[in-house]
């Protein structure tokens, strides 16, 4: 009797010591996610609504509206994108610079694993090479190029949130509040939130890096488009697929770092000025 009590007492008593030596440092890590902010739903200004001088891309200026998004108050960081993707593709190394030189499939596939990382249903779908976006669902999602303006003009009008620019390249007073730019990056990138946010409270939208949208890039979309939360024009079946990226890059010129600039690059480019943010649909 006494062997048997020994026998179930030992194990007992070396379990309790483990316990008693186990710290906070051993709980495991919770993986959070991007911090994200809200934007409310409303009607704006979709096109060149500032100062500077249009490209036959940017109109005709349409009232477009938005519905409620969540969307990443950085731009996704470095950190955040190996933690999750275990790689980490950037020209510059640093934890809290920007993510760059990724596909805008990589970044598809990033919202995607995000989204399970979260425990919700993942926006994108794949049929072949098609992707096919579910945006009512709660998954992480690239904005529309639509959602992407609605957040970078921040209720303005003017060429950027913090107003006109005067200087189309070289160095900009306005700029130089609110973005890192040609002007005064020193032609690298810089670590996200060093700027003043807009009045969503998202920081970078402009400069420091061009950021993927959605919707494929067609210059003459703008002529008679949807207005009621658009998703782009068809993605053509054959040939090469255009994606629509914006903002302007660390090393690019003011004119180019406007709330309405639109570039058009490969799906398949990977570019130092290339990263991205990420949003999700919001019910009020």
């Known amino acids: 009797m006494f062997m048997k009590l020994t026998k179930t007492l030992l194990p007992l008593a070396l379990f309790g010591a483990m316990l008693q030596g186990c710290s906070d440092d051993d709980d495991p890590i919770v993986f959070e996610g991007p ?13 060149n609504t500032g100062a500077v001088e249009s490209s036959p891309d940017q109109l005709p200026v349409n009232t477009v509206s938005i519905g409620a998004l969540s969307v990443s108050k950085y731009e996704i960081t470095q950190d955040l994108y190996e933690e999750l993707m275990d790689n980490n593709p950037s020209s510059e190394i640093g934890d809290n610079l920007p993510v760059n030189r990724v596909s805008w499939r990589s970044a598809v596939d990033f919202c995607n694993a995000l989204s399970q990382e979260m425990g919700i249903a993942p926006a994108y779908t794949f049929e072949g090479t098609e992707v096919i976006c579910d945006f009512e669902g709660p998954g992480f999602r690239l904005p529309t190029e639509a959602e992407w303006e609605y957040i970078a003009k921040a209720g303005t009008t003017t060429d950027t949130y913090a107003g006109d620019i005067s200087a189309v390249e070289g160095i900009d007073t306005v700029l130089d509040q609110i973005a890192w730019y040609k002007g005064n990056s020193d032609n690298t990138i810089h670590p996200v939130g060093g700027k003043m946010p807009n009045d969503f409270g998202v920081y970078d939208i402009l400069g420091n890096i061009c950021e993927w949208t959605w919707d494929y890039y067609d210059e003459t979309y703008y002529d008679g488009m949807p207005t009621d939360n658009p998703t782009g024009p068809a993605v053509p079946d054959q040939g090469e697929k255009f ?26 480019a990977i570019a130092d000025v290339l990263g991205f943010r990420v949003v999700q649909t919001r019910v009020e």
């Open 243 to 268: 994606q629509s990226a914006r903002g302007g890059a660390f090393s690019m010129e003011p004119l180019n770092s406007t709330a309405f600039f639109r570039a058009g690059p490969d799906r398949n």
């Open 35 to 47: 911090e994200m902010v809200h934007v409310a739903s409303g009607t704006f200004q979709y096109g």
